[in-house]
């Protein structure tokens, strides 16, 4: 069984161009259908295809859905689907986007966002800043994916960076 990757991804814009989001990557069987954005998979430097891909979004929903913004929440094996995430964004460049995503297993957090200015993401894990700096980054974006607070995750203070 894979880590599962949360995953919020945050759409505002002109609510038909929402619609046709949603339509573009609903699947038969689930919310979120892959193959549906990306008719091929993303392949790495070494050819090989990323574990998303070959799950697919699972446990997925609509957590909000007013005009002009729908918020989707869903998991993915192992990692977000940035590749995903920035052919949503060549496709539908007036809408802006996030993707909020956390590994808990693995201990990253991240954010991805597509708008007039461009698409940039920002990863924080706990190798490099520890648990209550990937803790404080989600809560500080405001959603609460049900991960168990880390105040008992091991980690090495001496491994975080000290800034100033």
Request: no cysteine; net charge negative; glycine share 8%.
């Amino acid at each position: 069984m894979p880590n599962e990757a949360d995953n919020l991804l945050t759409v505002t814009g002109a609510d038909d161009r929402i619609v046709d989001l949603l339509a573009a990557i609903t699947g038969a069987e689930e919310l979120i259908d892959f193959t549906l954005s990306l008719p091929e998979a993303p392949v790495d430097e070494d050819g090989a295809e990323p574990s998303w891909w070959l799950v697919n979004a699972i446990d997925s929903s609509v957590e909000t859905r007013e005009t002009g913004k729908v918020a989707l929440y869903f998991q993915t094996a192992w990692e977000p689907p940035i590749d995903w995430a920035n052919a949503l964004a060549v496709k539908y460049p007036d809408l802006n986007m996030t993707l909020l995503y956390a590994e808990e297993g693995q201990g990253f957090a991240g954010l991805w966002v597509s708008n007039e200015h461009g698409t940039d993401e920002n990863t924080l894990a706990v190798t490099t800043v520890g648990y209550p700096a990937v803790w404080s980054f989600l809560t500080s974006l405001g959603y609460d994916f049900g991960w168990e607070h880390p105040d008992s995750e091991p980690y090495d203070p001496g491994t975080i960076p000290v800034i100033g």
